[in-house]
């Protein structure tokens, strides 16, 4: 019976260890629009635009969230991630503050089927760094295209925000302002085109 109880203790020993190694549930995070309209902003007319292609950096260009521990040295969260792809939610959360910015409904994520846009806008980000619990930086270059002419403006908005709280939420809405402000930029420039154009 001693020695029965011998094999029997290993086993309840692993039973338990096994027991505490489950591993933690990912957490999915979405970049969402946050820009208000702007009251200030002169009447424009009728936009319709499309936001695409959106190229981000290689090394955050992941589902997982980078982090920024030291000037030169990131960390790989393995449970917290992106809900869909970076240059997809970039283009659609600008998309989405484009909108109100504008005050147009017919602001779309491209390609997009039977869809005729006046304005084409592309993205080249070129830092998206997260510091949990200090700040986010969008370092982004675009350019806004006119489909009916040649004309074209390009800028570069670099956009750091606070971080309002310790968690990976608090990140993606801090970038999710960051994006705001570079939505802010494009719609400015795409302004002035239509002014230019009357």
């Known amino acids: 019976m001693a020695n029965r109880l011998t094999h029997l203790i290993p086993i309840a020993v692993l039973a338990v260890a096994v027991a505490g190694c ?17 009251a200030s902003a002169p009447p424009t007319r009728y936009y319709a635009v499309m936001v695409g292609p959106v190229y981000v950096p290689a090394a955050v260009d992941r589902p997982e969230f980078v982090v920024q521990l030291q000037p030169n040295r990131v960390e790989i969260d ?15 959360a600008i998309a ?9 409904p017919d602001v779309a994520v491209g390609p997009l089927v039977n869809f005729r846009p006046a304005y ?13 619990g200090q700040s986010v930086l969008v370092d982004a270059m675009w350019t806004v295209h006119q489909t009916a002419g040649s004309e074209e403006r390009s800028g570069r ?23 705001a402000t570079v939505s802010a930029d494009i719609a400015a420039a795409i302004r002035a085109s239509t002014a230019a154009g009357r």
């Open 96 to 104: 989405g503050d484009l909108a109100v910015q504008l005050g147009t």
């Open 22 to 38: 489950t591993t933690a549930p990912s957490r999915f995070y979405t970049l969402d629009s946050t820009a208000t309209a702007d």
């Open 157 to 179: 908005t670099v956009s750091r925000e606070p971080v309002q709280g310790n968690g990976f939420d608090a990140l993606a809405a801090a970038h999710s302002r960051a994006l």
């Open 120 to 132: 084409r806008v592309s993205i080249n980000v070129l830092r998206f760094e997260s510091v949990p």
């Open 78 to 92: 393995e449970f917290n991630r992106w809900a869909a792809p970076l240059g997809d939610s970039i283009a659609r």
